[in-house]
């Protein structure tokens, strides 16, 4: 069997531990801790079962188990203080605690993820082959027309499916759209080396998503791009207007950071300096400042996984090389040449993406429909009146 879940696989047949896809050294003892706990995941285990299951009718201390467990926190990035993935009761016993799915090989070496259950929905995940050979983790939910989401980076479609930040977007366009999402190249599933990738290229993300809509049974199809995700949104709709049926637009802009002035160019440096100096350490006050800016009406709990996933969704020179990328790219004669049936729908109070490119945004596209929420959140969260608003422009718009 093999297990995953914060970009972690454990694999039982192979006695392999791997983070990010890349094999981790783990003593057998302790891999079989580690596997004992996921296995029974769905309780709370005695120290007294772990060690008898594990050391059988030899003498363990207390001490000696506690390393074992210690160990395997280390392995996977967690800790006794903030027991991410395995929390210990004192007195009674430990359980692993974090969501894992339990992953099948399907049609040769590329994996498909056992689908996840959310209510009465069902995700399913699988890989296509990018134009360059890279591979891209693509995820499908709900019946119904089809509404394609090209990708924007910092996502992972395994762990946004059973997020506090992400699940109300897929559960509810999920009960209108068969809704499909994937990981940017650099990102979550997909295949991280960007050694030979040209990320200043809008071509190069628009065949991404090309190769996904490549694999849908659907010739023609609703396309949103939210924040980044119109970079590729507004190449595909020019690159084949006969494609879309209807193009939504959230959160978005047509130039980057370093297109927008001084002002712009100074702002893109001291996020890319954030970037270089914070991403990934232990240190979260980085990544608690990221997220602010990206949802300032978020709850704690809300804030602390969007925090883990900037870890669990990309590395730091990935990070790095990927919000540089977007800095520099620019879409405005694309975005011009636009014509299918647009909506750009923008929060007022935006922090990570100004108002101001969201409104020239829509100016640049023909005939594009302009909508504003009453948001500050760049990722708009379920309890808060502009998410149905959201929807219903949203379902409003498609229909017609």
Not at 146 to 163: F, G, I, M, P, Y
Not at 225 to 232: H, L, N, R, T, Y
Not at 252 to 277: C, F, H, K, M, N
Request: charged residues 25%; aromatic residues 10%.
């Amino acid at each position: 069997m093999r297990y995953r879940f914060f970009g972690i696989e454990v694999d039982t047949a192979k006695f392999e531990l791997r983070v990010e896809g890349r094999r981790t050294p783990i003593e057998p003892q302790v891999f079989e801790v580690l596997v004992y706990l996921i296995e029974h995941r769905d309780r709370l285990v005695p120290r007294t079962e772990l060690l008898d299951e594990i050391w059988g009718d030899r003498f363990v201390s207390d001490a000696a188990l506690a390393s074992r467990v210690a160990a395997a926190r280390a392995a996977i990035g967690d800790d006794g203080r903030t027991q991410r993935f395995i929390r210990t009761v004192h007195g009674r016993g430990l359980q692993f605690v974090a969501p894992v799915e339990m992953v099948d090989q399907v049609g040769g070496d590329l994996p498909v993820a056992a689908a996840a259950p959310f209510g009465d929905a069902r995700q399913s995940v699988r890989f296509v082959t990018a134009s360059d050979g890279l591979q891209l983790a693509v995820a499908t939910v709900g019946d119904g027309p089809v509404l394609v989401k090209a990708a924007n980076w910092l996502t992972h479609v395994e762990q946004d499916w059973r997020s506090p930040v992400w699940r109300h977007w897929l559960a509810d366009i999920g009960r209108r759209f068969t809704y499909v999402r994937y990981d940017a190249r650099g990102c979550g599933l997909s295949d991280r080396d960007l050694s030979t990738s040209d990320l200043t290229d809008v071509g190069r993300w628009t065949d991404d998503l090309d190769a996904v809509v490549g694999c849908l049974d659907a010739e023609r199809f609703a396309l949103l791009g939210v924040s980044d995700g119109a970079i590729p949104a507004i190449g595909f709709a020019n690159r084949y207007p006969e494609r879309v049926s209807h193009l939504v637009l959230y959160g978005a802009y047509s130039r980057g950071l370093r297109r927008r002035g001084p002002g712009g160019v100074t702002e893109s440096d001291t996020l890319l300096q954030l970037i270089r100096g914070g991403w990934g350490g232990t240190n979260p006050a980085f990544r608690t400042v990221f997220t602010m800016n990206f949802m300032p009406g978020a709850s704690a709990e809300q804030m602390r996984w969007f925090n883990d996933l900037q870890v669990v969704s990309s590395d730091a020179d990935n990070a790095l090389r990927l919000e540089a990328a977007f800095h520099d790219l620019d879409v405005a004669p694309l975005a011009r040449e636009v014509s299918v049936p647009t909506l750009v729908m923008h929060c007022r109070d935006d922090r990570a993406t100004p108002y101001e490119e969201g409104r020239r945004l829509a100016a640049l596209i023909p005939d594009a429909e302009f909508v504003t929420l009453e948001s500050a959140n760049h990722v708009l969260l379920a309890d808060e009146p502009a998410w149905p608003e959201f929807l219903g422009h949203l379902f409003r718009f498609t229909s017609a």
